[in-house]
Structure formats: C-alpha cells, structure tokens
C-alpha cells in the first residue's frame, strides 16, 4: 500500500492536500481539504452564506436585517427570496447612495432603519409604503426633507445629523406623528404648520440654528421639548399652556426671557416666570388666564398628583435674588387680616342704625357688604396684591374716621 500526499503550490489562494492509496487489492480513497476563500471546490463564501441566511430569515420572519454589510446596492440575490410580506427592514450602517427600489415594493413594511448611509434623496416610490410608521434617515446626507415623507402614516420620524436647512410645510399632514428628531442640522426655522402636529409629545431640534421658537408649539401635546445648543433669546410667554410638558432642555442658548438665573432653576420656575409676564403684558385677559401659575394651591390645577403643598416655592423674582415666594412664609396681606376684621367689626358697632348699608363705609360714601370681601387670593400677582394691600388700609382708616 502507498500513500502519496501533494503541496499545493504558494501562490495559489489555498492550501490542497490529496491523500491516496493505491496498489495492492485495496481501493483507491481521495479527500480533499482545502481553504479557497470561496474560490474552487471549498463552497461559497462566508460573506455570501450569511447574506442569503439572512435573505432566508426575512423570507421567515418578515424581518430583513442587513445591517453593517457595506453594501452599495441591494443584494441582487434577493430576487431569489420572497419578500414581499417584510415588515421591518434594518439597511442601517451601508454605503447606499439612494433608497433601492426593491424595499419601496415592501408595502406591508413598518419600520425601516436607514441610519448612516450616503443618502442625498429620496425615491417618489416611498409613497407605496402605507403601512410606515417607523422611518430613521439619520446620519445621511439629505440637504431637505423630502415632500414625500409627509404622506406616509409615521409616528416616529427622526432625520438627525443631516443637511436640512429647514422644514417643509407639509410636515403638518403628519398628523399621527409622536417623536420628531431633526437634531444636528443647520434648520434656521421652524414652520408654522408644525402647530398641526396634534399628537406629537416628543420634539428635538437640538444643535441648529434657530434664532426663535414658533408660538404654535404651545398648542401642542407635548411631554418632552429640547431646544438646546441654538440661539434662541426668548421663549414665548403662550408656552404657559405646555401644561403637559415633563421635560424641556434649553441649555446653550443666549436667552434673556426668561432671565438665566429662572431658567437654571427648572421647569416649574420657568412656568412661574410665563404666568407673571401674561398677566403683565395681556391685561385683558380672562381672571382665570391673569394668574401666575403655577403657584402654591394653583400648582396641583396645572400639575395634578404632584406633592408640592406647602413646600418652598424656591421662585427668585427677576428683580432680587432675596425675593421669594413661599408657602412656608406668611404673607403681610394674612398677617394683617386678624386687625382688619377687628377694625371692621368695631366700626359696625359703633356705626349707629347700621346707616342702611351693613358694612364699612368707604371713601365714595357707599357700604360694602362684609362677606363680600376677598382676603385671600393666593393666585393674585405681586401688583394686584399690593394694590390690594392700600385698598384695604384706606378703607380701614375710613371707617375709623
């Protein structure tokens, strides 16, 4: 019996061993071991094993993942698969100048995750995608928001670290739409049919270049708003009415309105601040509207289930960093009620007849009825409270008289 074993030469791309046996009664047996890198008898590549894998997975699960194959063009192996009934397709982390056309044919698909690509544009042929609730275009190259991405039914669009300069006006057919990113780009406005997103509660336009925030934002849901990293100089005083907002981020920002040393302190000191200025600025609005809430037993109408109570309001007005409103701290308009209501008392005592008006005479000559004064209003703002504060004593010194 003879053995024989063949060296493939060196520059093949693999290495061949060939043990034979010969001679003799016995039968001749050959194997082949080899490593050819998916060149020759070794079979296909592993590259290529897993792409079809993953092809057959999709065919499977309705889910393509694709993810990170650097891929330049959609694999045309997957004429091979049927995928028509894919419903999340990952083509994220690839070198894809343009959306394949392949995928706008998935009209059962519901995410689609087309995170850093090469992307400048994007196909009329999405609009076949009716059933896209999920579209991630962030880290692309996108100068503008394409018109056609507002005619699909998302919810969540997020279009981060792109080259938008702005928004199209269409933006407010999306009316289903919760969560918008368009962080980190160069958008210097926002439109104003952004007020038609009447489900969004999450919006992030972060590190642009906004110079002011649309006043149509405060008809809207939402529960988190960050505007950092922009140039904004003022938040408008209609935002008192984000009376469902948790979290809004504004740092990096040049703003005067509120003041910095407000803004530092939180959400809840910010919404102090936006109620004062309405009541300042629209005299004419409603008394309910006037009052500058939140503020001690107004906080739980703005923030119910909040346990807030009595605890120190903590608010700085813009003139003084030593003053303070606080439930804690008793007020000089309760400190004095006690001698008021004394002064009132004795005064109709000693008024002879009642003089036919049952209460104080006030310096027009007439008489107020007693429990028609208002003592307490912890809603009231500092100029109606001290306005409130010499009404009272006036009247008092009158009576006296």
Same mark, same amino acid.
């Given at each position: 019996m003879a053995a024989s074993v063949l060296l493939g030469s060196a520059d093949n791309t693999g290495l061949s061993f060939t043990v034979g046996g010969g001679g003799g009664g016995g039968g001749a047996g050959n194997v082949l071991i080899g490593n050819n890198n998916g060149l020759g008898p070794a079979g296909p590549a592993p590259w290529n094993r897993s792409l079809d894998r993953a092809l057959d997975e999709a065919s499977a699960t309705g889910c393509l993942n694709l993810s990170g194959r650097k891929l330049k063009e959609f694999p045309r192996s997957a004429a091979n698969h049927d995928l028509t009934d894919t419903t999340r397709a990952d083509l994220s982390r690839n070198r894809l100048s343009e959306l394949p056309l392949e995928v706008c044919l998935f009209v059962s698909l519901e995410s689609l995750n087309l995170y850093q690509n090469c992307l400048r /544009?994007?196909?009329d042929s999405l609009l076949n995608l009716q059933a896209l609730t999920y579209l991630n275009l962030s880290r692309n190259q996108l100068p503008v928001l394409p018109v056609v991405v507002c005619s699909l039914p998302l919810k969540v669009l997020i279009a981060c670290n792109n080259k938008l300069v702005s928004l199209p006006e269409e933006l407010g057919q999306l009316r289903h739409l919760t969560e918008l990113d368009v962080s980190c780009n160069e958008i210097q406005t926002?439109? /104003?049919?952004v007020g038609q997103l009447e489900a969004l509660r999450d919006l992030n336009i972060r590190r642009n270049h906004l110079v002011r925030l649309p006043p149509e934002l405060a008809e809207l849901p939402l529960?988190?708003?960050d505007f950092s990293c922009n140039k904004v100089t003022s938040i408008?005083?209609?935002?008192r009415r984000l009376t469902q907002l948790q979290t809004i981020v504004l740092d990096n920002n040049p703003l005067q309105t509120p003041?910095?040393?407000i803004c530092i302190k939180g959400k809840v000191h910010i919404f102090k601040y936006l109620n004062l200025e309405a009541s300042k600025t629209t005299p004419d609005l409603p008394e309910y509207d006037r009052r500058p809430l939140p503020f001690n037993?107004?906080?739980?109408?703005?923030?119910p289930g909040r346990p807030y109570g009595a605890l120190d309001s903590g608010f700085n007005s813009v003139d003084s960093g030593d003053k303070r409103w606080s439930g804690n701290e008793p007020s000089e308009e309760l400190s004095e009620l006690p001698q008021r209501v004394a002064e009132i008392s004795r005064d109709q005592r000693q008024r002879p007849g009642g003089g036919g008006g049952g209460g104080p005479l006030l310096a027009n000559g007439s008489y107020v009825e007693l429990e028609q004064i208002d003592f307490i209003d912890s809603c009231v703002g500092e100029e109606e409270e001290e306005e409130g504060r010499s009404r009272g004593r006036g009247g008092g010194?009158?009576?006296a008289a």
């Amino acid at each position: 019996m003879a053995a024989s074993v063949l060296l493939g030469s060196a520059d093949n791309t693999g290495l061949s061993f060939t043990v034979g046996g010969g001679g003799g009664g016995g039968g001749a047996g050959n194997v082949l071991i080899g490593n050819n890198n998916g060149l020759g008898p070794a079979g296909p590549a592993p590259w290529n094993r897993s792409l079809d894998r993953a092809l057959d997975e999709a065919s499977a699960t309705g889910c393509l993942n694709l993810s990170g194959r650097k891929l330049k063009e959609f694999p045309r192996s997957a004429a091979n698969h049927d995928l028509t009934d894919t419903t999340r397709a990952d083509l994220s982390r690839n070198r894809l100048s343009e959306l394949p056309l392949e995928v706008c044919l998935f009209v059962s698909l519901e995410s689609l995750n087309l995170y850093q690509n090469c992307l400048r /544009s994007l196909p009329d042929s999405l609009l076949n995608l009716q059933a896209l609730t999920y579209l991630n275009l962030s880290r692309n190259q996108l100068p503008v928001l394409p018109v056609v991405v507002c005619s699909l039914p998302l919810k969540v669009l997020i279009a981060c670290n792109n080259k938008l300069v702005s928004l199209p006006e269409e933006l407010g057919q999306l009316r289903h739409l919760t969560e918008l990113d368009v962080s980190c780009n160069e958008i210097q406005t926002l439109p /104003s049919q952004v007020g038609q997103l009447e489900a969004l509660r999450d919006l992030n336009i972060r590190r642009n270049h906004l110079v002011r925030l649309p006043p149509e934002l405060a008809e809207l849901p939402l529960v988190r708003l960050d505007f950092s990293c922009n140039k904004v100089t003022s938040i408008p005083v209609c935002y008192r009415r984000l009376t469902q907002l948790q979290t809004i981020v504004l740092d990096n920002n040049p703003l005067q309105t509120p003041p910095a040393q407000i803004c530092i302190k939180g959400k809840v000191h910010i919404f102090k601040y936006l109620n004062l200025e309405a009541s300042k600025t629209t005299p004419d609005l409603p008394e309910y509207d006037r009052r500058p809430l939140p503020f001690n037993s107004c906080v739980d109408e703005l923030y119910p289930g909040r346990p807030y109570g009595a605890l120190d309001s903590g608010f700085n007005s813009v003139d003084s960093g030593d003053k303070r409103w606080s439930g804690n701290e008793p007020s000089e308009e309760l400190s004095e009620l006690p001698q008021r209501v004394a002064e009132i008392s004795r005064d109709q005592r000693q008024r002879p007849g009642g003089g036919g008006g049952g209460g104080p005479l006030l310096a027009n000559g007439s008489y107020v009825e007693l429990e028609q004064i208002d003592f307490i209003d912890s809603c009231v703002g500092e100029e109606e409270e001290e306005e409130g504060r010499s009404r009272g004593r006036g009247g008092g010194e009158t009576a006296a008289a």
